[in-house]
């Protein structure tokens, strides 16, 4: 069991940045793919970024804006969002899929899921 906890989500002005971290306990996360999703109000749950031994993966929509980096020592991926749009406004999950390869998109691939941090940009 991987246990998923997200954290710095919160309120901030279009154009500004925002850092949040996924803290994870139960399982070493270096031998794991880690993904963040999103979900805005009445819309599917979106890819945003992943991370593997094979390299990151981002969604169109936040490519060249969004990072996913990690840090195996504190077993802890982060998700750094720079140029924040009102459309970025979303819940943004955690998630961790075992095996450290592969290039992970879809919410299914996934085993354990975070709770939830909440993100609004605002215009």
């Known amino acids: 069991q991987v246990q998923l906890v997200e954290s710095g989500g919160g309120l901030v002005q279009a154009g500004g940045s925002l850092r949040l971290s996924c803290a994870a306990s139960?399982?070493?996360?270096?031998?794991?793919?880690m993904g963040w999703f999103r979900q805005a109000p009445g819309k599917e749950r979106d890819f945003v970024a992943s991370?593997?031994?094979?390299?990151?993966y981002y969604g169109d929509s936040v490519k060249g804006r969004f990072t996913i980096p990690r840090d195996d020592a504190k077993n802890t991926v982060y998700l750094q969002m720079n140029s924040l749009k009102t459309e970025d406004t979303a819940v943004y999950y955690c998630?961790?899929?075992?095996?450290?390869?592969?290039?992970?998109?879809?919410?299914?691939?996934?085993?354990?899921w975070g709770q939830g941090t909440q993100v609004t940009v605002s215009s």
């Open positions: 139960g399982r070493t996360l270096s031998r794991y793919t």
């Open positions: 991370i593997s031994w094979s390299g990151t």
């Open positions: 998630a961790a899929s075992f095996g450290g390869f592969g290039y992970r998109s879809r919410s299914s691939e996934y085993d354990y």
